[in-house]
């Protein structure tokens, strides 16, 4: 039996006894694991800069650096989102629907865990923490494979972890990291069905992409993010100018980060020069089209690649749009299907919008940047689903368990 098999199965064991916990036991554990991280969050970040120094070596990019750091306030936020999951109610046992049926029959759908679920993820050590406090609050046994860019960052958050779940009374196997020094163990975690339950994977297209066609585990498809923002002919430019900014600014290395800003024709000429210049000032490299490129002489010209570029950078694609069919035309073609935002103050317009654009969320007169699990009150999430089925847009509790029904007779026989 390989080592990925050998956690698996270990998880496996794990999961029984998660399935069965309490709310109780499984609170006093994320609160244990929230205090424990905290209290050693010195030793994390210590850990933290033997990943930032070989990133560094390795020439990444400090966007990519970004992602990867953590100081001890990352670690605190980290922290707190498992005292946010805490308080959350616990999914597991609530009913999706029940009733009576005409022979008397008691019919109950609940929510269960999926049992032992496998985490695949890029560059940020936060989702570690994040990751295996929604596994444990929903009952399920989390595997964690992160990258080797944060092998340190990784152990050392796991080991706090782990001991923390340990010292609560419940099982340490519900926490386990998959060695990242190569790539075997992805290939396994894959090829692990009948041991791991359903399959995440967090991060690039690549990463993705070859998940889901791979894996023989089911798997819950996570996306890229080419978020869009559309600011219409009736846009308040005040708050225009303050939902593209943020949406680009705020944090230049999330999937949430707006990568693409399409203008409407009858406006551009009045808030083109006011976004370009806050941009730039940002720091930002603007890729516009031939219109956008008359604006400034800072705009580089924006190729085919740019439309449907997730930067993670600090850059965007800028376009002026004749009308509001063809911002909805342009983002079809080029859009993720992760976060899609319009500024106006037109209802109908804004309806147009929500009604046709095909996304995950979308934001009126709001940053694409509120996609989160945290900003929406479900506290930390396992990702940002793209998908169609069972789940789409930030994953919560609810969205880590799935169903069975509870049928409860008296002595019913079928005639």
Same mark, same amino acid.
Not at 13 to 41: C, P, Q
Not at 92 to 100: F, K, L
Not at 106 to 118: N, S
Not at 182 to 199: C, F, I, N, P, Q
């Given at each position: ?297 800072? &705009? ?46 037109? &209802? ?68």
């Amino acid at each position: 039996m390989s080592t990925v098999q050998q956690q698996a199965t270990d998880a496996r064991v794990a999961a029984i006894d998660l399935a069965a916990a309490t709310r109780a036991e499984k609170d006093e554990a994320l609160l244990l694991m929230a205090a424990r991280l905290r209290l050693r969050a010195d030793e994390i970040v210590e850990a933290n800069k033997v990943d930032i120094a070989n990133a560094r070596e390795a020439g990444q990019s400090e966007a990519m650096i970004d992602r990867l750091a953590l100081t001890v306030d990352r670690v605190g936020a980290m922290a707190a989102g498992l005292e946010q999951l805490a308080a959350l109610p616990d999914p597991v046992g609530d009913v999706v629907r029940g009733s009576t049926l005409a022979n008397g029959l008691e019919l109950r759908q609940v929510r269960v865990p999926f049992g032992v679920v496998g985490i695949i993820y890029e560059g940020r050590p936060n989702v570690t923490a994040d990751a295996a406090g929604i596994c444990l609050k929903s009952g399920n046994a989390a595997l964690l494979r992160g990258s080797g860019s944060a092998l340190s960052s990784n152990a050392a958050i796991v080991s706090v972890l782990r001991k923390a779940v340990a010292d609560a009374g419940l099982p340490a196997d519900a926490v386990q990291l998959l060695d990242a020094t190569t790539r075997d163990s992805v290939k396994e975690l894959m090829r692990a069905r009948g041991l791991v339950d359903v399959l995440i994977p967090r991060g690039g297209a690549s990463l993705i992409r070859t998940v889901v066609e791979e894996s023989t585990v089911p798997v819950i498809e996570t996306g890229v993010g080419n978020c869009h923002v559309y600011v219409d002919e009736n846009a308040d430019l005040e708050k225009a100018l303050a939902v593209a900014v943020n949406s680009k600014t705020q944090r230049l290395s999330t999937c949430n980060t707006a990568e693409s800003l399409l203008v409407h024709a009858a406006i551009a000429d009045t808030f083109l020069p006011l976004v370009l210049t806050e941009l730039i000032d940002h720091g930002v490299t603007v890729h516009g089209d031939a219109r956008v490129q008359q604006v400034s002489s800072d &705009v580089v010209p924006a190729t085919e690649e740019d439309w449907g570029k997730e930067y993670l950078s600090a850059d965007i694609a800028v376009a002026v749009v004749d009308s509001i069919d063809d911002a909805l035309d342009h983002i079809r073609h080029y859009g993720s299907g992760h976060t899609e935002a319009i500024v106006s103050e037109s &209802v109908t317009a804004t309806r147009r919008f929500a009604a046709r654009v095909d996304a995950a969320a979308v934001m009126i007169n709001a940053s694409t940047r509120f996609t989160d699990g945290g900003e929406f009150g479900f506290g930390a999430e396992i990702g940002i689903s793209t998908q169609k089925l069972h789940a789409r847009g930030p994953m919560g509790l609810p969205e880590l368990t799935s169903t069975k029904y509870i049928v409860t007779g008296n002595g019913h026989s079928r005639v």
